[in-house]
Nanobody, 119 residues
């Protein structure tokens, strides 16, 4: 069955904002750290942001620091990625993922949502 479902992608002009959401099953969300990754055409998938199970710890790729914010709503089993001041280099398919323990592979992945930023 589907475990992670992303939404919120779309087309936006440079300088604009989008908020991505990832709804997870409670079984996953209750004890997993969550992260967003992205994959641009012709490039490898790269981590964008990570948030601990409690939400107290976050990490970001250097390329998005100061522009993107990851957060989670544990009551609604949802993780968000607020993306501000977008630029064309942010164009990619964005995936959310769940990680049971730090340093271990991500166990669950969503299907991805397309973000396209026009110049």
């Amino acid at each position: 069955q589907v475990q992670l479902v992303e939404s919120g992608g779309g087309l936006v002009q440079a300088g604009g904002s989008l908020r991505l959401s990832c709804a997870a099953s409670e079984r996953i969300f209750s004890n997993h750290a969550m992260a967003w990754f992205r994959q641009a055409p012709g490039k490898s998938r790269e981590p964008v942001a990570h948030i601990s199970w409690s939400g107290r710890s976050t990490d970001y790729a250097d390329s998005v620091k100061g522009r993107f914010t990851i957060s989670r709503d544990n009551a609604n089993n949802t993780v968000y990625l607020q993306m501000n001041n977008l630029n064309p280099e942010d164009t990619a398919v964005y995936y959310c993922a769940a990680q049971l323990r730090s340093g271990t592979p991500y166990s669950y992945w969503g299907q991805g949502t397309q973000v396209t930023v026009s110049a």
